[in-house]
């Protein structure tokens, strides 16, 4: 009796996959799906080409040196398939990328896969959607929670999750002049200074979705999206069509804050809801992100904000258009 031997292939997620301008910097969030492998790479190298198909540059992570950079990489154990968060993420706004050929090394087996990445420029002019001093408590960088969102794990397949629709999601927070997001006792919800403070239409739309029935009780169990489907990951939330295949999802929003229902018209500005603490929410705060779709099977999409400022100390940035991410506050206007 002869075991069949599977080869090892790569593949990237999602095809395709956009690079985001941050400033001086540009990044590519895309993830490595490696399957048919018994073990975790030892090797993972990408090779950057321009338009015209000229190498631009290379790099790699490896088991080379007493601590090895592969050993930074969240890989996770040996299965059927495993998600590997593209380690080569962020390059000089200078870099032209047309493609990238990504290589994992397995043992004696290598296997590539090329992608060719796209700037994603949003045909929504979106606002940030809550007023006033705000900080991003968590964003879609590197280690942020939204972007390590394994939906290859069987559990989460099993609960019909198939991809990473918090891609380029938000966790937003309203702070007060010292960055403080609560007075008090931080287990009640009142003590929060963004409990029940207005949620605004980012952009014009049209709302396809808003449930409010759920408590605002920080607390959630995988049965309830057992229960209620995938979206019961938001708790109660609201979502906005903008056209152009752009959704608005504003997730733990307060219960019965619900202002719009399925079919509302709303400009941009119009008040929606306020924040709560409902769902999968460690504290109040809004859940916000923009994405292909209107529920879970949807990809995210990057955001550009337009006419809000940064806050750099006791300096204020104002800015016309721009992405935002993890530890910044802002200020809405």
């Keep these: 009796m002869f075991a069949l031997l599977l080869a090892v292939t790569l593949s990237v997620r999602p095809d395709p996959c956009y690079i985001e301008r941050e400033g001086a910097h540009q990044s590519v969030n895309c993830d490595l799906i490696v399957a048919g492998a018994d073990k975790p790479p030892d090797e993972i190298h990408v090779s950057v080409y321009d338009r015209s198909g000229a190498l631009v540059l290379r790099r790699f992570i490896d088991g080379n040196g007493t601590r090895p950079s592969i050993r930074t990489i969240d890989i996770g154990e040996a299965s059927a398939q495993m998600l590997i968060f593209n380690p080569f993420h962020t390059f000089d706004a200078d870099v032209e990328i047309g493609s990238m050929t990504f290589e994992v090394k397995t043992g004696t087996e290598t296997a590539t896969a090329t992608v060719r990445p796209r700037h994603y420029e949003p045909k929504a002019k979106l606002i940030l959607p809550l007023k006033g001093r705000q900080l991003v408590w968590d964003g879609h960088d590197f280690l942020s929670h939204h972007r390590r969102w394994d939906y290859t794990i069987p559990g989460l397949q099993q609960l019909g999750f198939r991809t990473n629709f918090m891609r380029y999601s938000y ?37 396809v979705s808003a449930a409010d029935a759920q408590p605002d009780s920080r607390s959630f169990t995988p049965q309830e999206i057992v229960d209620r489907g995938p979206m019961a990951v938001f708790g109660n939330y609201v979502v906005i069509d903008h056209g152009n295949g752009e959704f608005s999802v504003y997730g733990h929003i307060k219960q019965g804050s619900a202002r719009v229902k399925a079919g509302d018209r709303v400009s941009r500005g119009d008040v929606v809801a306020a924040i709560g603490a409902s769902g999968s929410s460690m504290f109040p705060h809004l859940h916000y992100e923009l994405q292909t779709g209107p529920d879970t099977n949807a990809e995210g999409l990057p955001s550009t904000f337009h006419d809000f400022e940064r806050v750099r100390g006791g300096r204020r940035v104002k800015v016309s258009a721009g992405s935002v991410n993890t530890g910044e506050i802002l200020e809405g206007r």
Excluded at 179 to 205: I, T, V
């Design 171 to 207: 966790d937003f927070v309203p702070v007060d002049e010292k960055g403080n997001m609560f007075k008090g006792d931080e287990a009640k919800n009142e003590s929060w200074f963004g409990f029940g403070q207005e949620l605004r239409a980012a952009a014009a739309g049209t709302v």
